[in-house]
């Protein structure tokens, strides 16, 4: 199993366990790119976009439980390096 996509499944299972054992919720969030770029054309920049939308989700779920939360984000400039 090692080295496998089933071992990596299992590590992400395992971490999403303690953390929702610690009542931590983890949002991810991502763009379709070949979707977005059969939409929008190839000069459309998805990440910005998609960042501003997660915020606006993450602001729908934390303001009726006057939460806070960390969000993480690569750099644009390397997320746009990252077109796949």
Do not use: Q
């Not at 395992?14 to 190839?42: D, F, M, P, Q």
């Not at 501003?52 to 729908?60: A, D, I, T």
């Not at 939360?69 to 750099?75: I, L």
């Amino acid at each position: 199993m090692e080295g496998t996509g089933e071992c990596c499944a299992d590590v992400f299972r395992r971490a999403l366990g303690v953390l929702s054992t610690n009542k931590i919720e983890v949002v991810a969030h991502g763009a379709r790119l070949k979707a977005v770029r059969k939409r929008y054309g190839s000069s459309f920049g998805p990440y910005l976009w998609e960042f501003s939308n997660l915020l606006e989700r993450l602001n729908e779920r934390l303001e009726p439980r006057a939460s806070a939360c960390t969000a993480v984000a690569p750099p644009l400039a390397e997320a746009a390096r990252c077109n796949v």
